[in-house]
T-cell receptor, first 113, second 112 residues
């Protein structure tokens, strides 16, 4: 059973471009969570999704950020018109149920030039 | 609002020492507590998970305890090794918000 997979592992974007981060949960897991880790800070919750539904997006910035978890395919975190402050490590986690152990992917490190 | 604090922020010790890392949380309404390890530039590895009804969990040289009423958890590392060098993160599963709330971590360095 492969773990949580994220790609790309590293992403470089110029200000104003779009960033698309992908997360494939572990097999059998229908709950996906996205976290952001800013430099020298802890992980902060962004959004919690189940297949085709956003359950909780209270940690997502109101503008430029969106997330989806379609019926088929990976979960996508999309950042439009990136700014330097978006530079961070973005981690995805999955679990079979909401209060179960969350298994984390290796993260995507976004650098905005 | 649940807040998770980890002390110390950084720790540097010679190998062989027994270590205690501390985690405190402000709201005892949790469903579990997890300890993770994060290596530089890497993802998170789950070390130990303690359900809210449990008092401790052990895995090899690691032992984690949970005192929900006082809002504390400790991670005990026995006979530390250079390979234990990493950042250790504590996270609580918050019952009120259904979210995993992370501390800012303890950066551990074990030197030979």
């Amino acid at each position: 059973n492969a773990g949580v997979m994220q790609n790309p592992r590293h992403l470089v974007r110029r200000r104003g471009q779009e960033a698309r981060l992908r997360c494939s949960p572990m097999k059998g897991h229908s709950h996906v969570y996205w976290y952001r880790q800013l430099p020298e800070e802890g992980l902060k919750f962004m959004v919690y999704l189940q297949k085709e539904n956003i359950i909780d997006e209270s940690g997502m910035p109101k503008e430029r950020f969106s997330a989806e978890f379609p019926k088929e395919g990976p979960s996508i975190l999309r950042i439009q018109q990136v700014v330097r402050g978006d530079s961070a490590a973005y981690f995805c986690a999955s679990s079979p149920q909401n209060t179960d152990t969350q298994y984390f992917g290796p993260g995507t490190r976004l650098t905005v030039l | 609002k649940q807040e998770v604090t980890q002390i110390p922020a950084a720790l540097s010790v010679p190998e062989g020492e027994n270590l205690v890392l501390n985690c405190s949380f402000t709201d005892s309404a949790i469903y579990n507590l997890q300890w993770f390890r994060q290596d530089p530039g890497k993802g998170l590895t789950s070390l130990l998970l303690i359900q809210s009804s449990q008092r401790e969990q052990t895995s090899g040289r690691l032992n984690a305890s949970l005192d929900k009423s006082s809002g504390r958890s400790t991670l005990y590392i026995a006979a530390s090794q250079p390979g234990d060098s990493a950042t250790y993160l504590c996270a609580v599963g918050d019952l009120r918000t259904d979210k995993l709330i992370f501390g800012t971590g303890t950066r551990l360095q074990v030197f030979p």
